[in-house]
């Protein structure tokens, strides 16, 4: 992955979500139109905090949000969420 040149402000966290699941745990393949939206991502770039908060993630960080969380972005070719932190339910 190349450098973003890129850089969220205050408690923004930009996401590059993870490829939807192809099969299901049984091995049925699942069509494109039948899948879901992705809910995990790798954080890519954080922007520094506000005064009341600090960023609890880091780049690299693989964390689970919400299905409808974010803007959808996207930066060079691939696709990436930006939010804010508060949408992001947990670190895996």
């Given at each position: 992955?190349?450098?973003l040149n890129i850089k969220p402000?205050?408690?923004r966290v930009l996401i590059e979500p993870l490829a939807a699941e192809t099969k299901t745990?049984?091995?049925i393949i699942i069509p494109d139109?039948?899948?879901?939206?992705?809910q995990k991502g790798t954080v890519v770039a954080v922007g520094p905090g506000?005064?009341?908060?600090n960023i609890t993630v880091k780049v690299g960080d693989t964390v689970l949000?919400?299905?409808f969380a974010g803007t959808e972005l996207k930066l060079?070719?691939?696709d990436y969420l930006m939010m804010r932190e508060s949408d992001i339910l947990a670190i895996v």
């Amino acid at each position: 992955m190349s450098k973003l040149n890129i850089k969220p402000l205050a408690d923004r966290v930009l996401i590059e979500p993870l490829a939807a699941e192809t099969k299901t745990a049984s091995g049925i393949i699942i069509p494109d139109n039948a899948k879901e939206k992705p809910q995990k991502g790798t954080v890519v770039a954080v922007g520094p905090g506000t005064k009341d908060e600090n960023i609890t993630v880091k780049v690299g960080d693989t964390v689970l949000y919400g299905k409808f969380a974010g803007t959808e972005l996207k930066l060079d070719g691939a696709d990436y969420l930006m939010m804010r932190e508060s949408d992001i339910l947990a670190i895996v």
